[in-house]
């Protein structure tokens, strides 16, 4: 989605969370460029802010660098590594996914669909195809759509009725988590959700009062962390007090861990975990008191 501004008083917070310990420490805060949306690559984070992919030191005093990227549109907070190293896959605010390398340098399309928006979140494990939203209007249900990596025909799966956001493959390929309005019977009422890949019966995960969204997989496959609205949210609006919510990747009804933040949009849009497992990045937007 694209880059929004702060409010007075606020400032961008990148935290790194520890499922061992606990320990959460901000290793980075701007008051200048909105980052969001961690990824995690080695021991780097790649964050965008300013329609631009920054990369940042996963320790405190690191400083973001820009990756120069030629003739690549300004982009949003869906932005994903590519498994087989080296390169990013990037959404840009013209509604096309681009792939560059992580040195930066020049990029190439992978969609060119007209009058089509495309917000990219999942890669499959070997780097062949992607999974992202499909839709032409913000007036219509967003769609779980498969294409591969290097560009060409696009498959639409069957989630059922309803809006969907943020799939993405579990680590073994197996399955492509989301989350879904299908069940909804108020607007906006998201549900983590799943389907095997290649299509199937859709599972449901969590049946719960709060609004869910953007299940993001542990490496090891062993634990989760989605984002949890407020009822009766509509969309993933910036600006609210919102849940990170810590599960086993076995049962997702006994949350392990919820981290209570100001933030939303641009918290944890896509996967952020470590390549240990061991923590996940995320920001989060507090307004401080003047």
């Known amino acids: 989605m694209p880059y929004g501004e702060f409010e007075p008083g606020q400032i961008a917070r990148i935290h790194l969370h520890d499922v061992v310990t606990g320990e959460d420490t901000v290793i980075y805060e701007s008051s200048e460029v909105l980052f969001e949306a961690p990824n995690w690559s080695g021991d780097s984070l790649l964050i965008n802010g300013n329609g631009r992919l920054w990369s940042l ?21 869906d932005h994903v590594l590519d498994p087989r190293g080296g390169a990013i896959f990037l959404s840009a605010n013209d509604g096309q996914i681009y792939r560059g390398e992580l040195s930066g340098g020049p990029v190439e399309a992978v969609t060119d669909e007209e009058d089509v928006k495309h917000f990219l979140h999942g890669v ?76 199937g019966e859709v599972e449901r995960l969590v049946s719960s009062g709060t609004v869910d969204w953007f299940p993001h997989i542990s490496p090891d496959g062993r634990l989760a962390v989605y ?64």
């Open 57 to 77: 030191a996963a320790s405190p005093g690191a400083t973001p660098l820009v990756i120069e990227h030629e003739n690549l549109p300004p982009i949003n907070n």
């Open 124 to 199: 499959s494990p070997d780097g062949q195809r992607l999974a992202y939203v499909r839709l032409r209007t913000f007036d219509e249900p967003g769609l779980l759509t498969i294409t591969p990596s290097t560009g060409g025909d696009h498959t639409v799966m069957d989630t059922g009725p309803g809006h969907i956001d943020g799939p993405e493959w579990s680590p073994d390929g197996a399955w492509i988590y989301f989350n879904s309005e299908r069940w909804a019977t108020e607007p906006g009422h998201a549900q983590i959700a799943r389907i095997p890949d290649g299509g």
């Open 227 to 290: 984002l949890e609205f407020p009822k009766g949210t509509v969309g993933h609006p910036p600006d609210l007090q919102v849940g990170l919510v810590v599960v086993s990747i076995d049962d997702w009804t006994t949350p392990l861990e919820r981290i209570t933040i100001p933030g939303g949009q641009g918290t944890i849009n896509v996967n952020s975990w470590s390549p240990d497992s061991r923590s996940f990045a995320y920001v989060s937007y507090p307004i401080e008191k003047s």
